[in-house]
C-alpha cells in the first residue's frame, strides 16, 4: 500500500517560487516505479506537469514548465519534491502527486498510468 501526502502550497506573487513535497509511505513490497505531479485548475482537466522514474532518475516535464519547474526525489526520507520557479498565474491550480508502477516508457503524463493519488495541495500566483 501507498500514501502520500503533500505539502509546501500557497499563495505568491508572480516571478516568486515554491517547494512543492510528497511525503510517500510505501511498503516494502511495493513496485512504484515512476512518480509524478499533476495540476487541475477549475474548469480544466488535469495534467501531468512533471515525472520521475525512481529507479533511474530520469525526468520529464511539460513544455509549459520546462526551464522553471525541477522534479527530485530524496530516496532516504521518502519524499518527491517539485521545486517552482519564475511562477506565472497560469500555474495556479490544485498540485498533486502520484505513484505508479512503470519503470520506463516515456513521460507518463496521463492519470491513467498512476496507481496513488496524494490530497492535493493549492498553489495560487497573483499577478
Known amino acids: 500500500q501507498v500514501q502520500l501526502v503533500e505539502s509546501g502550497g500557497g499563495s505568491v506573487q508572480a516571478g516568486g517560487s515554491l517547494r512543492l513535497s510528497c511525503a510517500a509511505s510505501?511498503?516494502?513490497?511495493?513496485?512504484?516505479?515512476?512518480m509524478g505531479w499533476f495540476r487541475q485548475a477549475p474548469g480544466k482537466e488535469r495534467e501531468g506537469v512533471a515525472s520521475i522514474y525512481t529507479d533511474t532518475g530520469i525526468t520529464y516535464y511539460a513544455d509549459s514548465v520546462k526551464g522553471r519547474f525541477t522534479i527530485s526525489r530524496d530516496r532516504v526520507k521518502n519524499t518527491l519534491y517539485l521545486q517552482m520557479n519564475s511562477l506565472k498565474p497560469e500555474d495556479t491550480a490544485m498540485y498533486s502527486c502520484a505513484a505508479g508502477f512503470w519503470r520506463n516508457g516515456g513521460s507518463r503524463f496521463s492519470p491513467y498510468e498512476y496507481a496513488y493519488w496524494g490530497q492535493g495541495t493549492q498553489v495560487t500566483v497573483s499577478s
Open positions: 510505501v511498503s516494502t513490497t511495493s513496485r512504484i516505479g515512476s
